[in-house]
Structure formats: structure tokens, C-alpha cells
């Protein structure tokens, strides 16, 4: 097929348009600069979503051959491999603003006690910052997507100035923040990026409950409505839809010089051109087209002559824990909707009380799913059948807590993505390969996030759901990728510099989760737009002093 | 219990249903089998019960979805009729109330993994209804709020 080649150089070509390329885009099109956004899908369209669609009214729609939007990539229309005992569950949401459209929407800052904690501990290298180089960003990214929280301020959980209002605690958790505090654990109010009240002209939040199938009203950030549509009104965006770029391309002097991608529905092979290439495709799939852009200046890949990029992926390993408080048991069913998700939040502290401990790093725990549900998935742990079953599942739907601590990964060089003999996808392009494992040091923390689960709920003298001690959810569950293309002071051991940029391409930038060295134990999304808006700011900055 | 990713690939598969619904995947006499069955597992109270729900209609859908489970839900239901014969000579649905509990109670018992299959299936298909959420659960949320009240009883503070 002829490739179709375009002769316009654009200032900054950005793969990917969810939280890291979104931002990238916006930030840059602001101070002038012209950018062209390849996007592997479309826009979703918000008069499409089923925000609103009672459980039951599902199927009446299906039989209507009605269809809710596709958020996630259908694994056969673009497949992946992993290692046959250590599945990786890869979830991928290709269209403007990815996975942002339907994401979990809490935001935590990163503090030293992360960007530090392999200095501290010697695993790894540390971060190439320090929480002081990136709180300022973190003040503007809150500002600008409106995050709403409390006013506690920790080593492991910095505060914020500029948090909205946090929405009032459900009962459960109110119950659960009490046993907790008679333990000595402290759950602090969420940080979640939900709009408690008007912000920049937004309509706040309804409490419907929905935002899983999409926030008809945007009252939560979404890359594509809180970014992209602004960059696109400055005129200076261009953005191609359903352009699922394979490689960057590079000129004799191994410079990055455009990206190849294929156009999703015909396959048609194209070409564009760029004086600056940002990969934000998300982590595995910035990896992977970065190992697939070989050529003779870069046979292992671009920018990976030291054969850092796809190693060290770490994630998060995960699990849940459900009981039911007694002061809830048997009460009328109330809203418990709120923002959707948890409104409560426990911040790490197990580096903080003096004992020593056979692991290193920590955990957090988040509690979505607390209070009466769309569905009781409880009951199937439940025994029996009949009217007394009945009862028992009506007594304890209002009483639910559901508990689900999430522990750093450490990362290790084996556990990565390549792309090495791995079959094609339908554009001839090599898929990745993820082969990821946990080791004894997660197997240790594991056991005391079931020790610290369980007392919680032992102490609000919950009724605990029977669960399996040490099972974690199948690798890549959390949704938060990281590693495979890391930042790092030593160019020998790690692909970046602290503003994304790679030690080796000069003009080739990575904005997304891979450029974090840790997986910490927090949910990433606004430690990647800060570090996207400061690594765009440095970018325009050497623009504009002729540097790049 | 379900993780969010399962809930998650739930939709997924939600979503590529067919667009009409096609011809029953059980026949009369298994048709009723399953409701005898499910309405067991939730029978009806002062609130409905799974057959008021619609549950033996979800069951069959959900066969029809997931082709590939029919086999051996075939051969689930055959073998409830099959201790049926054995200890009352007489099939599962022409059995006393008694009768059957006692059936089911051994399945429970036992761990028997087609009757945790059903039960799983009952409790999916009845606590997304109307009758089973918003009904017997009373379920009120996916509304639209002027304000989120959280809880508001001093005592839960502690
Ligand atoms: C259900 C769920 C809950 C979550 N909860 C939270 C949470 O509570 N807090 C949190 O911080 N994070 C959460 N996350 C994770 C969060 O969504 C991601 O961290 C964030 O979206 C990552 O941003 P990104 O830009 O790196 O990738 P994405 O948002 O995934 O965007 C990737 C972009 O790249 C594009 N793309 C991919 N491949 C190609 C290609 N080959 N060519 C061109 N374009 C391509 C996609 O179309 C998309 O635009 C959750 C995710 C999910 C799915
Ligand atoms: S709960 Fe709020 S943020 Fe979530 S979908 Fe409803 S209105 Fe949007």
C-alpha cells in the first residue's frame, strides 16, 4: 500500500491525547507552539453515555440494539502477550482524553517520602526531584481540573491550598474513620478530581453516582473536555483521530524526525513530521512503540542504547477486603451514591511508627464500593438460599464497607515489556510483551496490608465477608503501569530527565506513567499531568531559546 | 466478590450482545426446572420474589450469551433431576416445597458447583431488577442531587 507522507513539519507531533498528552497539548498550544495530536481513536460522544441508564434498563436497551460507548480496546482488535503463568490484565481506552474519560479520578500528591524512598532504601534509583520541584505544579494542575480534599497535610500525602470542598463521608466510612482512629490509623477525607462546587465555569457534580460510564456533564477531568477543546480553540491544535502510531522516526543524525501510524479503520500507512516527538500513549503502549522505532542509529530501540527502556515496569498489587458494620445492619437503604467512590481515604504511614519492618516501601488503602450498591456481588459469598438468604442480603446491603489497600511494586529489571519476536498486530506492527512479577518483598507487605484490613474491620466489629489471605488481584488491575522509560539523574540507568526529555534524542520527550522510577503506593494520574505541564514548560522554554 | 476490573469486563461482555434476542436456550421442561430453582434460592416474601423479577428469563439470556456454559448447565439441571428420581421418584418441579429445599439444601451443603452457578446467576439477574434493587434493596441512587448529605448521625462520629 502507499504510504501517504506529509511535507508539513510540525513544531511538536504528541502521541496519545489522555492525561500526559492532553496536558502536553494544552500547555503547549497555549504559549504558541503548533501541535499535531495523533490519536489511536475518537471523541466520545457525551449525548451517547449511559449515565443515567438504571441497571434494569440495560437490557431493554441492548434488545433495542442500543450500545453504551465502547470505552475499552477490545484486546483482538489489538492483542498483547504475557508470560503464560504470570497473566497481565492491560486495560486501554483509546480516544481523546484515554483512560481519563472513565478513570477513578483520585488525586494524590506524591511527597518525599516517594521520590526519596530509593535513595533511603537503596532498591533502584530515585527520583531525579524533589516534592519542592514539583508542588508548584501540583498548585496549578488542582487549580486547573478542580480537586476536591481535605486539609490534612503529611510526609506521605502533602496538602493543598486549593482543594474544593470534600463531599461528606458516607455512614460506613464515617463508622470506619472511628474504628480506624481507635487503632491509630488516620483516614483522611478523599482527594478526588470531582467538582464539589462550580469551578472555571463547570458545573459541579449532581451525585448520580455514574462517573464510571462517563460524566455526561464533565464534572469531573477528563483530558478531552478540560484540555484538548481549550488547546483546539487557540487554533493551534491539530489533531488526527483513529491514528494509531507505530514508531517514531529519526534522521541520519538519530534525531527524532515524525512518527509512522495507521489510520484504525482502512489500515492506510501514514507519515508526518516534526521537530519535537511526545510519546504519552500510555505506559505500555509508549513502551512498545518506542522498542518498534529500530533503526540503524537505533537498533534496540530509540533513545535505548543503554537498554533501559521497557525494564523496571512496576505497578501496584491490590486486593479487597468487604464486612459489614453493625450499626448499618438492618437499617432503610440510603443514597450513598455521593461522588462515586470512596469519599475517605488512608494515607501510607507504616514508615512512620519505629518498627522495623521485613519489607521495604508501603501501602495505602482506598474504599470504593462502600454503602448500598447498584448490584449486592456480596451475596454470592454468602451460604444458603431461601427467605432467610433474603433477609440476610437485605440486612447487610446498607451496612457494607469495602476496604482495598494497594501496595507498592518494586521495580526489577526482569519485569518488562518487549517487543522481540512477538506477533504482529492487523498493521504488520509488533505487539508488546509484558512479563511481570512479584517477588517475596511484595509477598511480605501483602501480608500486613491483610493484618491492617482485617484489624480495621475487626475494629468497628464488622461482620467480615470469609476472603482467601495473600490473594491479589491479577497483575495490571491497578491501572497504574510505570517504570518502562524512567527518569533518572544517571543517563547510564535511566532513558529521561527529570523534565521527560531522553538523556540520548534531545528532541523526543515521554510524559506518561513510564517515566515515574516507582510505582509508590498511590494512584498516579495527577503526578503525570504535573509532570507533563513541567516538562512542556521546560520544552517551550528551549524552544524558545533556540535550543530545541 | 467481585474487583472493579471484573465489574469492569462485565459491561465489556455486556456489550457485545446480540441485537435480538434469539430463540430460547431452554426448553419447556428445563424452563421450569430453572424456576422452581431460582425461586428457591429467592423466593418471594412481602417483596417479589426471583421468578416476579425475571430471573429465568435473565438465566436464559445469559446461556445464550455464553454459549459455551450450556453444556454444562444442561447437564447441572439434569442431575437435579436426576436426585430428584433418586429420592422421590419423581422430577424436581412436580416435587413438595419441602421436597425440594431438602434438594437444594444438600447441593448447598456440599458446595455443589452448579448450584453455586445458579445462585450466582439469580443473584446477578435479581439484584439489578427493579423488584431486587430498588424494591426489596431500596436502592434509590443514579439520581440527580442538589446536594450529597453524607451521613448525618452524630453518633457514627464518635
Ligand atoms: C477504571 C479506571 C480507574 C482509574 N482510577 C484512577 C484513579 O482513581 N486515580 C488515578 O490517578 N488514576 C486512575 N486510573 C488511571 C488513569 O486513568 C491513568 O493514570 C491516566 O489516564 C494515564 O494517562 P495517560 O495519558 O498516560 O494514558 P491514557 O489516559 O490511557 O491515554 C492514552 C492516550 O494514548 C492514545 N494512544 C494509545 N496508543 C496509541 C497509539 N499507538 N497511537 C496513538 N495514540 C495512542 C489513546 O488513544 C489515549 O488518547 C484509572 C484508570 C481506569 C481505567
Ligand atoms: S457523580 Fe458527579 S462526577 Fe460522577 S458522573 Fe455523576 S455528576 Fe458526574
Not at chain 1, 505544579?137 to 480537586?147: A, H, M, R, S, T
Not at chain 1, 450498591?373 to 451496612?399: E, H, I
Not at chain 2, 444438600?106 to 430498588?134: C, H, N, Q, V
Request: aromatic residues 8%; positive net charge; hydrophobic residues 35%.
Amino acid at each position: 500500500m502507499q504510504i501517504q507522507k506529509s511535507a508539513v513539519v510540525h513544531d511538536v507531533i504528541i502521541i496519545g491525547s489522555g492525561a500526559a498528552g492532553g496536558m502536553a497539548a494544552w500547555n503547549l498550544t497555549r504559549q504558541g507552539v503548533n501541535v499535531l495530536v495523533l490519536d489511536a481513536g475518537s471523541k466520545f460522544r457525551k449525548s451517547a453515555f449511559w449515565s443515567h441508564v438504571k441497571p434494569w434498563e440495560w437490557q431493554v436497551r441492548l434488545d433495542r440494539g442500543q450500545r453504551p460507548p465502547q470505552f475499552y480496546v477490545d484486546p483482538r482488535e489489538q492483542p498483547y502477550t504475557f508470560t503464560k503463568d504470570q497473566p497481565f490484565d492491560l486495560m486501554r481506552v483509546w480516544g481523546r482524553g484515554g483512560k481519563t474519560n472513565v478513570w477513578g479520578r483520585v488525586s494524590l500528591r506524591y511527597g518525599d517520602v516517594d521520590f526519596q524512598g530509593p535513595a533511603r532504601d537503596g532498591w533502584e534509583i530515585p527520583w531525579p526531584m524533589r516534592y519542592k520541584d514539583i508542588s508548584p505544579y501540583y498548585d496549578k494542575v488542582e487549580q486547573l481540573i478542580g480537586v476536591c480534599g481535605g486539609d490534612d497535610d503529611q510526609d506521605s500525602l502533602p496538602g493543598s491550598r486549593y482543594h474544593l470542598p470534600p463531599p461528606a463521608p458516607r455512614c460506613g466510612e464515617q463508622l470506619l474513620r472511628k474504628a480506624a482512629r481507635g487503632i491509630g490509623i488516620s483516614l483522611v477525607a478523599g482527594r478526588r478530581a470531582v467538582l464539589t462546587k462550580e469551578h472555571n465555569g463547570r458545573a459541579p457534580c449532581h451525585y448520580c453516582g455514574a462517573c464510571g460510564k462517563g460524566c455526561d456533564i464533565s464534572a469531573f477531568f477528563n483530558s478531552s473536555d478540560y484540555l484538548l477543546e481549550p488547546a483546539l480553540r487557540t487554533g493551534k491544535l491539530t489533531v488526527i483521530d483513529n491514528a494509531v502510531a507505530a514508531r517514531v522516526l529519526n534522521n541520519p543524525e538519530g534525531r527524532a524526525s515524525g512518527v509512522q501510524y495507521f489510520d484504525r479503520a482502512s489500515g492506510a500507512e501514514h507519515t508526518v513530521r516534526g521537530r519535537i516527538v511526545i510519546v504519552a500513549a500510555s505506559c505500555i503502549d509508549s513502551t512498545r512503540i518506542l522498542l518498534n522505532s529500530k533503526s540503524s542509529q537505533h537498533p534496540n530501540g530509540i533513545a535505548n542504547s543503554n537498554d533501559v527502556i521497557g525494564r523496571y515496569l512496576c505497578e501496584q498489587v491490590r486486593f479487597h477486603m468487604y464486612g459489614f458494620v453493625p450499626e448499618l445492619a438492618g437499617t432503610a437503604a440510603l443514597n450513598d451514591d455521593g461522588i462515586s467512590g470512596e469519599h475517605i481515604y488512608m494515607p501510607r504511614y507504616n514508615h512512620r511508627d519505629g518498627r522495623k519492618r521485613d519489607y521495604l516501601r508501603g501501602f495505602g488503602m482506598q474504599f470504593w464500593g462502600s454503602g448500598a450498591q447498584s448490584q449486592a456481588q456480596f451475596a454470592k459469598s454468602l451460604d444458603g438460599f431461601g427467605a432467610d438468604f433474603k433477609r440476610g442480603v437485605k440486612r447487610r446491603y446498607p451496612a457494607l464497607v469495602a476496604l482495598h489497600p494497594y501496595g507498592e511494586v518494586l521495580p526489577r529489571r526482569d519485569n518488562r515489556v518487549t517487543v522481540e519476536g512477538t506477533p504482529k498486530d492487523r498493521y504488520g506492527v509488533p505487539i508488546a510483551k509484558i512479563e511481570y512479577k512479584t517477588g517475596e518483598n511484595e509477598r511480605k507487605m501483602v501480608e500486613e496490608m491483610y493484618d491492617v484490613a482485617d484489624a480495621m474491620l475487626r475494629a468497628a466489629k464488622a461482620e467480615i465477608l470469609p476472603y482467601r489471605r495473600g490473594h491479589v488481584d491479577v497483575a495490571g488491575s491497578a491501572i497504574h503501569e510505570h517504570g518502562t522509560c524512567r527518569m533518572g539523574e544517571d543517563p547510564k540507568r535511566s532513558a529521561l530527565n527529570s523534565f521527560c526529555q531522553s538523556h540520548e534524542v534531545k528532541n523526543l520527550f515521554v510524559v506518561d506513567g513510564a517515566a515515574f522510577p516507582t510505582a509508590t503506593e498511590k494512584n498516579p494520574t495527577l503526578t503525570i499531568l504535573a509532570l507533563a505541564w513541567r516538562a512542556t514548560d521546560h520544552l517551550a522554554a528551549e524552544m524558545r531559546a533556540g535550543r530545541l | 466478590m467481585n474487583s472493579r476490573r471484573q465489574l469492569l469486563k462485565g459491561v465489556a461482555t455486556a456489550t457485545v450482545l446480540p441485537i435480538l434476542p434469539a430463540a430460547p436456550v431452554l426448553d419447556p421442561e428445563q424452563s421450569k426446572l430453572v424456576a422452581a430453582l431460582v425461586d428457591l434460592i429467592i423466593p418471594r416474601t412481602d417483596t417479589p420474589g426471583a421468578v416476579d423479577a425475571g430471573v429465568p428469563a435473565y438465566v436464559n439470556r445469559h446461556l445464550e450469551n455464553n454459549p459455551a456454559q450450556q453444556p454444562r448447565f444442561g447437564a447441572g439441571l439434569r442431575a437435579v433431576d436426576e436426585q430428584s428420581h433418586l429420592q422421590f421418584k419423581q422430577p424436581f418441579a412436580g416435587l413438595r416445597p419441602e421436597q425440594q429445599t431438602a434438594i437444594l439444601q444438600s447441593m448447598s451443603d456440599r458446595k455443589d458447583p452448579f448450584f453455586k452457578f445458579i445462585k450466582d446467576l439469580t443473584i446477578d439477574g435479581y439484584y439489578s431488577s427493579r423488584e431486587g434493587l430498588a424494591q426489596e434493596l431500596g436502592w434509590q441512587g443514579q439520581s440527580m442531587l442538589p446536594e450529597f448529605k453524607g451521613c448525618t448521625h452524630p453518633e457514627h462520629k464518635g
